[in-house]
């Protein structure tokens, strides 16, 4: 009942985006994801009501999408290549918003794969790959993989994104971090995510772990990549997926939690915005409210945290609207395993202007992590300035 009369005070949202620029805290992250400015400032400029986000993300994938066929046909490979890798990342929020397997939805995702095809086409078949993971039940794990530059088996990461986002968004095959310090990544579709949403692959508390392992067994399978060096980097939801992820799996040697949920869920699931709410209800098939407290205090990561043995950072903002640095420190201090926290002065849960900072880091550290450079005992908390 709670959530439903929160829900219900949509003129509340409706004046927020009247007079404030409500994509304006996400534009830093759409743009180290490979969203181009200029196509977020014209679209979210566009964007007057919540109604209007999904018709104005369209528009604009929709036109992305034609500059690509007209480039295609004019014999253009390389541009034709990133106006479809725009227009699938463009489609992205749109189907974000449609917390529902609606035909309208589907239809969007449909447009979304298409594009990110195209792209992979065009771009560079060699080391970008759409591959699909064995899971349970006859179901399979979307993914896309990246391999690194080079002949000989390379590091790893295991790519987790936040329940808001999908694999398509990071790395950007243009810049991706990782694969300049010669890691490949995959990046997946887990329980509950893009893709696996619209095949109703639901999330539950505990099969999130089992399709990172499902993911690492895929990995062991592929003579590109060096098995004894498997990372995981998982951010927002993810920050709480990936270390459930190294808790179950003692091939994983090194976990990265930014922009962290880590322990109790009530701050983002009572206290945040009601979308958040209504969106992992959706991903998780579950719409009775008292059924969806229970599931969600259990969504902890308190009882794992003695099987976590490897290279861990946990990084988070300041003053974090969805999960209290309290929580990152007393994580932190329970962790027996080599550990850094990272705090980013008065930033909140995207890290703001210091997320292009915080993309080269934490490469850096995974990098660091897997080469074998925390040893026993390591415990460091590092405290960004604010600039």
Avoid at 22 to 38: D, H, K, L, T
Avoid at 97 to 126: G, M, Q, S, W
Avoid at 177 to 199: C, K, V
Wanted: aromatic fraction near 12%.
């Amino acid at each position: 009942m709670l959530d439903h009369t929160r829900r219900g005070q949509k003129w509340i949202t409706e004046e927020f985006y009247k007079v404030l620029d409500v994509f304006g805290f996400r534009a830093v992250m759409f743009v180290e994801w490979g969203f181009r400015p200029a196509d977020v400032r014209r679209t979210t400029e566009r964007i007057k009501a919540p109604a209007a986000v999904v018709k104005e993300w369209v528009r604009t994938a929709r036109q992305e999408e034609e500059l690509a066929r007209e480039a295609e046909a004019s014999g253009h490979r390389e541009s034709a290549a990133e106006f479809f890798y725009r227009a699938a990342l463009y489609y992205g929020p749109a189907c974000g918003v449609i917390h529902e397997n609606t035909p309208r939805k589907l239809e969007l995702y449909r447009r979304l794969v298409h594009c990110y095809e195209k792209f992979i086409e065009l771009f560079d078949e060699a080391f970008v790959h759409r591959v699909e993971i064995p899971f349970e039940n006859g179901k399979t794990i979307p993914a896309i993989l990246q391999t690194a530059p080079g002949n000989r088996p390379a590091p790893c990461v295991l790519v987790v994104p936040g329940m808001d986002t999908i694999k398509e968004y990071m790395p950007s095959p243009y810049h991706n971090h990782f694969r300049r310090r010669g890691m490949a990544t995959l990046t997946i579709d887990g329980p509950g995510q893009g893709e696996s949403n619209i095949r109703e692959n639901w999330v539950t508390l505990d099969n999130f772990e089992r399709a990172g392992s499902a993911a690492i067994d895929f990995l062991q399978a592929r003579p590109e990549i060096d098995a004894s060096r498997i990372g995981v980097y998982g951010w927002s939801m993810g920050s709480y997926w990936g270390p459930r992820i190294a808790a179950h799996d003692p091939r994983v040697k090194a976990v990265a939690g930014a922009m962290g949920v880590y322990l109790q869920k009530d701050t983002i699931f009572k206290h945040g915005k009601p979308a958040y709410r209504a969106n992992y209800k959706y991903m998780s098939n579950i719409y009775d409210e008292d059924a969806f407290d229970e599931m969600s205090a259990r969504m902890t990561l308190e009882p794992l945290i003695e099987n976590i043995r490897c290279p861990t950072l946990l990084a988070m903002g300041e003053f974090d609207e969805l999960c209290p640095l309290e929580d990152a420190e007393s994580l932190f201090e329970a962790l027996r395993c080599p550990k850094e926290l990272w705090v980013y002065e008065n930033e909140t849960h995207t890290f703001g202007s210091r997320l292009p900072d915080f993309y080269l880091q934490v490469a850096d550290w995974m990098r660091d992590a897997l080469q074998g450079r925390f040893g026993p005992g390591h415990a460091r908390r590092v405290d960004h300035p604010a600039r």
